[in-house]
């Protein structure tokens, strides 16, 4: 069993995630050798067990991560040591055009109450990864049915977290293209049915404690089944868009 727990996912579950986004991101940046690299909440690295950061490029000169939140940031840089943490807006972000070759954007923007902010905030990502760099964003797909329900939850308090606004899979590829850059690749991610899922795990956990394991990770093997279906634009938690920013003429 995990030698930690997470509060907000079980620690089985919290590693399937982190692995799955840990493997979109490498696989959108294959050949790329970035020596700056940032992450733009570390909300993660604060609580879970999918905490990706200090994971993602370990042989850069910088890995930066940044969060909105003062005390997330301390907490991160308590449990997850090695990145250089900062308390920041991803609206109004205090880097100069160009600062990173690598941006990693996981489920962060979409706890905006505004769509405004959100696009706000994608246009700055967009400004700060440099020519020849990726910007890869990950959003609540609002097209799982169970998404709904969920933000219903999370806005009354019932959560740890909130959700905001998203945006479709396409309708982010646009914003993306809109603030001048390519898209490289895109997906869907994660396909566990969501709230469902939570309470299931908890009560295996409370059940079979430490021997939950096992049978926590078959039946994420048979949600993760799903993404091979027709339906994955359904059943996916997220959807991801890895876009580039082209190169000065």
Same mark, same amino acid.
């Given at each position: 069993?995990?030698?930690?727990?997470?509060?907000?996912?079980?620690?089985?579950?919290?590693?399937?995630?982190?692995?799955?986004?840990?493997?979109?991101?490498?696989?959108?940046?294959?050949?790329?050798?970035?020596?700056?690299?940032?992450?733009?909440?570390?909300? #993660?690295?604060?609580?879970?067990?999918?905490?990706?950061?200090?994971?993602?490029?370990?042989?850069?000169?910088?890995?930066?991560?940044?969060?909105?939140? #003062?005390?997330?940031?301390?907490?991160?840089?308590?449990?997850?040591?090695?990145? /250089?943490?900062?308390?920041?807006?991803?609206?109004?972000?205090?880097? %100069?055009?160009?600062?990173?070759?690598?941006?990693?954007?996981?489920?962060?923007?979409?706890?905006?109450?505004?769509? /405004?902010?959100?696009?706000?905030?994608?246009? #700055?990502?967009?400004? %700060?990864?440099?020519?020849?760099? %990726?910007?890869?964003?990950?959003?609540?797909?609002?097209?799982?049915?169970?998404?709904?329900?969920?933000?219903?939850?999370?806005?009354?308090?019932?959560?740890?977290?909130?959700?905001?606004?998203?945006?479709?899979?396409?309708?982010?590829?646009? #914003?993306?293209?809109?603030?001048?850059?390519?898209?490289? +690749?895109?997906?869907?991610?994660?396909?566990?049915?969501?709230?469902?899922?939570?309470?299931?795990?908890?009560?295996?956990?409370?059940?079979?404690?430490?021997?939950?394991?096992?049978?926590?990770?078959?039946?994420?093997?048979?949600?993760?089944?799903?993404?091979?279906?027709?339906?994955?634009?359904?059943?996916?938690?997220? +959807?991801? %868009?890895?876009? /580039?920013?082209?190169?000065?003429?």
């Amino acid at each position: 069993m995990p030698s930690s727990r997470s509060w907000y996912l079980d620690p089985v579950v919290a590693q399937q995630k982190g692995a799955i986004f840990l493997g979109w991101i490498r696989s959108a940046t294959t050949g790329l050798t970035p020596r700056r690299i940032l992450k733009t909440d570390v909300f #993660e690295e604060a609580n879970g067990e999918d905490r990706i950061l200090t994971q993602l490029f370990p042989e850069a000169a910088l890995s930066a991560g940044i969060d909105i939140q #003062e005390f997330t940031v301390h907490q991160a840089a308590r449990n997850t040591p090695g990145f /250089a943490p900062l308390c920041a807006d991803a609206r109004t972000l205090p880097f %100069v055009d160009g600062a990173f070759d690598v941006i990693v954007s996981t489920s962060t923007l979409d706890h905006f109450d505004e769509l /405004a902010d959100l696009r706000r905030s994608l246009r #700055e990502l967009a400004r %700060v990864v440099c020519p020849g760099g %990726v910007l890869l964003v990950i959003l609540d797909n609002p097209y799982n049915p169970l998404y709904h329900p969920l933000r219903w939850v999370t806005r009354r308090g019932w959560a740890p977290f909130q959700l905001g606004q998203t945006l479709t899979r396409r309708e982010l590829a646009a #914003e993306l293209e809109a603030a001048g850059l390519e898209i490289r +690749s895109r997906d869907y991610l994660i396909h566990n049915p969501r709230l469902l899922s939570t309470a299931l795990y908890m009560v295996i956990r409370r059940l079979l404690g430490r021997y939950a394991d096992g049978p926590i990770r078959l039946l994420l093997a048979c949600f993760n089944a799903l993404g091979h279906l027709p339906t994955r634009g359904l059943t996916a938690c997220f +959807s991801a %868009v890895a876009a /580039a920013k082209p190169l000065a003429r």
